[in-house]
């Protein structure tokens, strides 16, 4: 296909599954094609803002055995941990003294009653901060409707689910196929979130093993069918302690799945171009510039780590994370100064709604 051709593409209004390929298999000065146009789409709609939601890793104990992931419940290696009342509340008011206007409580999936209603309570706490004035997303896996409900109640308002594979079969390929693993109850659970309120996001991995074109461009789609509000994508990072380690062998590169990833952000915000999308810390792991490559291709959200240190290495969902080792000043200094150089800025004490979301609700 010539540039012409492609140029007429990125212009399309209708992308259909065999246009969504053309785009993900583009390579060379057409991918730079198509990373600009993502940027001006993105600069048209949401300007040259970056939100940001300071990161707590709450707890590492999980239910479930994913088989991609470094906190299964079947890896006997990790020292598991909870984050103690005050902890987290502290790093939520740093979170608000530095000015990110925004929290994201994430951990292992639980389901027992003492988890839910301790969520429940440390949202309601975290809304006391200065009136209210944090935004809070939870990514905490799968829940009843009810449990949903309780902690937008509390006053959570945005929820991070990521369907990790749109498709079925991949899907039971990088889960356990058991009643606990169930892609039918994933899907429910984002129209469960959607009816209940929330700034609905999901996400998949990019680079897992056995994934084509076909079922990446089938997640695209089911990202606009789905009518999300935000969306994390991220770089597959295989973990030694994790059953699809063995197929280490059979996954692209790193900058394969770098590419695929700047990609994949890029041909989405062409086809939603008011969501909010996350850069990925996975994105940075594989590659020291990668966060800001995934704000250059469209995305316009970064989750700094707020953890505290001590906690950190027991939350190592795959090898070798990013900013690890940083602690949140630094990591907002350098921050600023990253954002600045490739023409951005970061919004302070702001939520940063995806607008996407915000039009719809006020129909
Ligand atoms: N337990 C919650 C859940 O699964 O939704 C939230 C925490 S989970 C660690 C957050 C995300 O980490 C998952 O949605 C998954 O996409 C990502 N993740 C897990 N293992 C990964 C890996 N090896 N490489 C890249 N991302 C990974
Ligand atoms: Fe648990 Fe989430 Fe990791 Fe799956 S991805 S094992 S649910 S922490």
């Keep these: 296909m010539n540039d012409e051709q492609f140029r007429d593409i990125l212009y399309r209004q209708d992308l259909d599954r065999e246009l969504i390929k053309v785009l993900l298999a583009a390579e060379g000065s057409q991918m730079e094609m198509l990373l600009r146009r993502a940027l001006e789409v ?25 088989l991609y992931c470094g906190l299964r419940r079947g890896n006997g290696k990790v ?20 000015g990110y206007g925004s929290v994201a409580l994430q951990s292992g999936e639980r389901s027992d009653p003492e988890f839910i209603a301790k969520i429940e ?23 009843t409707e009810d449990t949903y409900c309780r902690w937008f109640d509390a006053g959570a308002h945005r929820y991070l689910l990521r369907i990790e594979s749109s498709d079925e079969e991949l899907y039971y390929r990088i889960h356990p196929r058991d009643a606990k693993h169930s892609f039918r109850t994933r899907v429910d659970c984002l129209e469960a979130l959607k009816r209940t309120g929330y700034q609905t996001g999901t996400g998949v991995m990019v680079g897992l093993p056995s994934q084509t074109l076909d079922h990446l461009a089938g997640d695209l789609l089911f990202f606009r069918d789905m009518d999300v509000a935000m969306v994390g994508l991220g770089p597959y990072i295989p973990h030694p302690d994790t059953p699809l380690y063995r197929f280490k062998g059979a996954i692209p590169s790193a900058k394969e799945r770098m590419d695929m990833t700047l990609k994949m952000i890029a041909v989405l915000r062409l086809m939603m171009p ?4 996350v850069a990925a810390t996975a994105n940075q792991t594989i590659d020291p510039q990668g966060r800001e490559k995934a704000i250059q291709a469209g995305a316009n959200v970064i989750m700094p780590n707020l953890t505290p240190g001590e906690y950190r290495e027991s939350y190592f969902i795959y090898p070798d994370k990013a900013c690890v080792k940083d602690m949140p000043d630094h990591c907002q200094t350098c921050l600023d100064i990253r954002l600045a150089a490739i023409g951005h800025r970061i919004q302070y004490n702001a939520w940063g709604d995806s607008p996407a979301f915000t039009k719809k609700t006020k129909k």
């Design 42 to 66: 993105k600069l048209e709609h949401m300007d040259n803002y970056v939100h940001l939601r300071g990161l707590i890793e709450y707890g590492n104990v999980c239910e479930k055995n994913c």
């Design 79 to 98: 020292a598991r941990y909870c984050l103690s009342d005050d902890e987290v509340l502290s790093c939520a008011r740093l979170a608000h003294d530095l």
């Design 121 to 143: 309570y440390l949202v309601r706490e975290i809304k006391k901060i200065d009136g209210g004035s944090l935004g809070i997303t939870l990514s905490l896996g799968e829940q």
């Design 274 to 277: 008011e969501i909010n999308m």
